[in-house]
């Protein structure tokens, strides 16, 4: 029996795209991994982040683990297993590694055994013809090395051949042995090429596979080492064996594996070399694109779209837009406007004889019939009206960008649609503005949850998940930017106030600043404690404050967001029923409503409710839009309404008397004629006509408004009195210390006690009436106040303003 000689297997480069891939290998990553062009075998070292494996965990053994779940060598695995013991050795005598030496008289022979390391011949020689001990035989001056037998004839082997009559190493003449005994009409030459390599501790063999495979699992290893993520020999030895059995060409050719772990490491491979060969400009020309191409995440799918005109519009708005967006919510966004695309798509293949093939048949009618449709569909209940009115909106915002493009040119793929095949505003009808209650959670839910936070640590056993809840619950940030919080995220502002460095990546404004309370911040420093007892060795630069648990080994990637909401939902689930006081009952709240987003929202109306302006609390929510903010608290009507009601119970004049009229008997006519017969001024409402009808600048009488019988207050404006009291007090104190005015000018400027004393007794009689009331009336009271008094904020009164009272950045949960 002939065999030929071993030879690396060779499937040359023969593409461009295989050039480029060899050329992307990067040889700093090669070196650090240990990878041998000459014989093909990576031996990463022990320590490497991502492809090093863990020291035996048997005392003195210094051999390489192999076995993810077992934590042992394989020498150590073999005797733990003849043992018949799962227990560890409590030691080990010797180091024992797996691996073939050289003869030690020097042949270029393999020796027979690690206790007598000498070659077959030179073995029989010491131990049968002399038998002598073997230092006696090595000190021997007439011992003379031997010629080898050359490489064994195993593609995937790197030992040498035991024997002159043997092909093959020791290990694969006794593999040979048993494989040629099962199948009589086994090719030897085959099983040579497809033989998997002996397991050595440390090193993985790539020999005998195809150059452009070799190079695409090089490529996916580099770029998973990039990504901080963990490699087990265990998973990557099999697929190269697997690989080489199958002979395949490339990666992609590889049938699925079956084993989870092998497939996970497949697909892995498999996509990284898809990205790494292609382009944003190639990937637009697929109908399948990879995100991560332009820099995002997921994939988005074009064929769902029927007609191919329309998926080409889909694809040239899709390009167009993929730039200016940024976040992890921009994948879904897209997904929402492609299945609005494939309901226009599906209605004009239903409705039409044609399909919606033929561009110039198409016109108004099938818009028409398009937008009947999704009223039906609605109707019927199988889409929401939002939903229809978001249908409408993507599919007007692409059919007018690809008009926009000039897609609809002769030559162009659009060409030859009709100008009426569009939607105009009028198609779209219109959102329900009516106001509610908004998505804030109710502040008896927000005790509730807070009470049951230790139950997270319990149910995950992980101390960041609640931390981020925390977070989210204190600063009102998204769940992604939360997550991706660097380690050195806390600073302290010019007063030597805390705030938090965070990133917005929905809007891609970087290290914003946040005040935070100095609980949040105290909890933010042990976490830092935390996560350097974890990674002490590795630069904080690269350090997140919240890094993921697994396949995390530099401390660089942060907790998934999408892992933070499963394991919130399975906490709230997990809580006792919420409550809330409905009247004089408690009812249960639906926890359906309790997400990690809500949390923001939450954080608006906290400090809307503590006092603080739109305009301010749209910088800590960091909008660029006003509008954006007012989402996020608003008042109904109603409920503004019975706020005012309560109110005008407890309206004051300018001497501080006590004006009750009973709420009831407010009509509708009289809440309008409230509304047009009076105007807001800094501490209260004037009902002077001529002040009035100029919208609140033409007082005649210089704003003395503790004078003036027009003059009304109420309990909602408790604080603006108090700020406007200051100012007086202020003011008066500033001009009695100048000492360059003259007096008529400091009489002028100078506040009077008298009305200082108005000020002072208006306000003392405004919280006597409070104090006398019970401690429900006056609960109400608080609540109502609460809600006229965010109304207010959202106005713009557009007269003289009083310095307003300081509200306190830095709330607390209660």
Not at 31 to 49: F, K
Not at 272 to 279: A, F, I, M, P, Q
Not at 444 to 452: A, I, S, T, W, Y
Not at 712 to 733: F, G, I, K, M, Q
Request: glycine residues 6%; charged residues 30%; hydrophobic residues 35%.
């Amino acid at each position: 029996m002939t065999v030929s000689e071993a030879a690396p297997h060779s499937h040359g480069f023969t593409g461009d795209d295989d050039s480029r891939l060899k050329a992307l290998l990067d040889k700093e990553f090669l070196v650090g991994a240990g990878w041998d062009w000459e014989t093909m075998v990576l031996s990463p070292p022990a320590d490497h982040p991502t492809l090093g494996s863990a020291v035996c965990r048997v005392p003195g053994c210094e051999g390489l683990v192999e076995h993810i779940s077992k934590g042992v060598c394989g020498v150590c695995a073999l005797r733990m297993a003849r043992s018949g013991s799962n227990e560890l050795p409590d030691f080990c005598t010797k180091t024992y590694t797996v691996g073939v030496g050289l003869c030690a008289v020097g042949c270029a022979r393999p020796w027979e055994s690690r206790r007598r390391p000498l070659c077959a011949t030179h073995g029989h020689l010491q131990g049968t013809v002399l038998q002598i001990p073997i230092d006696e035989f090595l000190a021997r001056p007439d011992l003379r090395p031997l010629p080898g037998f050359g490489p064994c004839s195993v593609l995937a082997c790197t030992r040498l051949r035991n024997s002159g009559t043997s092909p093959f190493c020791k290990a694969h003449h006794r593999r040979w042995t048993l494989a040629a005994g099962a199948d009589e009409g086994l090719s030897l030459d085959r099983w040579c090429r497809t033989e998997s390599a002996v397991v050595e501790a440390g090193t993985i063999s790539l020999r005998g596979l195809a150059e452009r495979v070799v190079a695409e699992v090089l490529y996916g290893l580099q770029q998973r080492c990039a990504e901080n993520i963990k490699t087990h020999r265990a998973v990557l030895r099999p697929l190269c064996d697997e690989l080489r059995r199958t002979q395949v060409g490339s990666v992609t050719d590889l049938p699925e594996q079956t084993r989870r772990q092998r497939r996970y490491l497949q697909q892995s491979l498999v996509a990284h070399c898809r990205r790494g060969l292609s382009s944003p400009e190639t990937e637009q020309a697929k109908d399948i694109w990879d995100l991560r191409v332009f820099g995002h995440r997921s994939s988005l799918d074009f064929t769902v779209i029927g007609l191919p005109w329309l998926r080409t519009a889909a694809k040239r708005w899709m390009a167009e837009d993929l730039p200016r967006r940024r976040g992890n919510n921009a994948p879904s966004i897209w997904l929402y406007t492609l299945n609005s695309l494939v309901e226009l798509s599906t209605s004009l293949q239903l409705q039409r004889e044609d399909h919606g093939v033929d561009l110039p048949l198409l016109g108004r009618p099938d818009i028409v019939a398009f937008t009947n449709r999704l009223a039906f569909l609605q109707q019927s209940g199988t889409l929401s009206l939002n939903r229809r009115i978001n249908i409408l909106r993507h599919v007007r915002t692409v059919l007018a960008s690809a008009r926009s493009q000039g897609l609809t040119r002769p030559g162009q793929p659009l060409a030859g649609l009709p100008e009426d095949f569009c939607l105009v505003t009028e198609d779209i009808p219109r959102r329900d503005r009516s106001e509610g209650p908004g998505r804030a959670l109710p502040a008896e839910v927000m005790r509730q949850l807070c009470d049951g936070l230790p139950l997270i640590e319990t149910m995950t056993t992980c101390r960041e998940v609640r931390v981020i809840i925390e977070l989210m619950m204190d600063t009102g940030r998204r769940p992604e930017e939360t997550c991706e919080l660097p380690w050195d995220c806390l600073e302290r502002d010019k007063d030597g106030k805390y705030v938090l460095v965070y990133d917005n990546l929905k809007c891609q404004r970087r290290r914003r600043e946040l005040p935070i309370a100095d609980t949040t911040a105290a909890m933010i420093v042990d976490q830092q404690r935390r996560v350097r007892d974890r990674f002490p060795e590795e630069p904080l630069a690269g350090l997140k404050l919240l890094p993921a648990a697994k396949m995390n080994p530099l401390g660089s990637k942060g907790f998934r967001p999408h892992l933070v909401t499963e394991r919130h939902r399975k906490w709230v689930k997990a809580l006792p029923p919420l409550l809330i006081r409905h009247g004089g009952t408690e009812i249960e709240f639906d926890k359906a409503k309790v997400f990690p987003y809500v949390y923001r929202h939450t954080y608006a109306q906290r400090h809307a409710d503590a006092g603080v302006p739109v305009d301010v609390l749209r910088e800590l929510l960091d909008h660029e839009s006003m509008d954006t903010t007012r989402i996020y608290y608003r008042v109904g009507v109603q409920r503004q309404r019975e706020a005012v009601d309560k109110v005008t119970r407890h309206q004051f004049n300018r001497n501080g008397k006590h004006i009750w009229r009973e709420a009831q008997a407010l009509l509708d006519a009289e809440h309008a004629r409230r509304a047009v017969g009076q105007v807001a001024v800094p501490y209260g409402t004037c009902h002077e006509p001529t002040n009035v009808q100029a919208g609140g600048g033409a007082c005649p009488f210089r704003f003395r408004c503790v004078g003036c019988d027009h003059f009304r207050t109420d309990v909602s404006y408790l604080p603006d009195l108090t700020a406007y009291l200051h100012d007086l007090l202020r003011n008066r104190e500033r001009v009695l210390a100048a000492a360059e005015l003259d007096d008529w000018a400091r009489t002028e400027a100078l506040p009077s006690q008298e009305e200082i004393r108005r000020v002072k007794d208006l306000i003392d009689r405004v919280k006597q009436h409070l104090d006398d009331l019970s401690d429900e009336e006056r609960a109400d009271v608080e609540q109502a106040t609460t809600v006229v008094r965010r109304a207010r904020q959202l106005t713009s009164l557009g007269v003289p303003r009083v310095r307003a009272p300081q509200p306190d950045l830095r709330l607390e949960r209660e």
